[in-house]
């Protein structure tokens, strides 16, 4: 079985995956840049992590290579809510009959309950006060 996660980041989910699979199972991580991979010395055997533009063509050595594509957070990054690019990148890495698992977050649907909850809702809508940059 072959996994690759689009937009892996820190590669947490990869690597907390490889924590829980067996070894023969192997687990690529894609990002744009290579700048949050982990130190190289903690990636486990069967974990990878290279650069990849997710909106881009799908190079050939990864056409229809994984049985899962994994895709986690990218509202933020979507422009125009218009994913088109991202989901036919992602289906070309599959193999036919595999499984895209996508999550993210709602952001327009949040639910705040409670003082300590509302003081952090404050904080973090200050934090994201620029989201109109990310969501053309």
């Not at 989910?13 to 700048?35: H, K, R, T």
């Not at 957070?73 to 996508?102: E, M, S």
Request: charged share 25%; hydrophobic share 40%.
């Amino acid at each position: 079985m072959k996994v690759a996660e689009i937009g892996t980041g820190t590669g947490m989910w990869l690597l907390d995956l490889a924590s829980q699979l067996p070894e023969s199972v192997q687990l690529d991580g894609f990002d744009l840049s290579e700048e949050q991979f982990p130190a190289r010395y903690i990636w486990p055997a069967n974990v990878t992590f290279d650069k990849l533009d997710a909106f881009g063509d799908v190079p050939d050595h990864l056409a229809n290579k994984y049985d899962v594509v994994h895709l986690r957070f990218w509202c933020c990054i979507v422009r125009n809510n218009d994913p088109t690019r991202l989901i036919r990148h992602a289906a070309g890495l599959l193999k036919p009959g595999g499984y895209l698992q996508w999550e993210d977050a709602n952001t327009g649907k949040t639910v705040v309950r409670g003082e300590i909850a509302e003081e952090f809702a404050k904080v973090v809508r200050s934090t994201f006060s620029a989201e109109e940059l990310y969501f053309e």
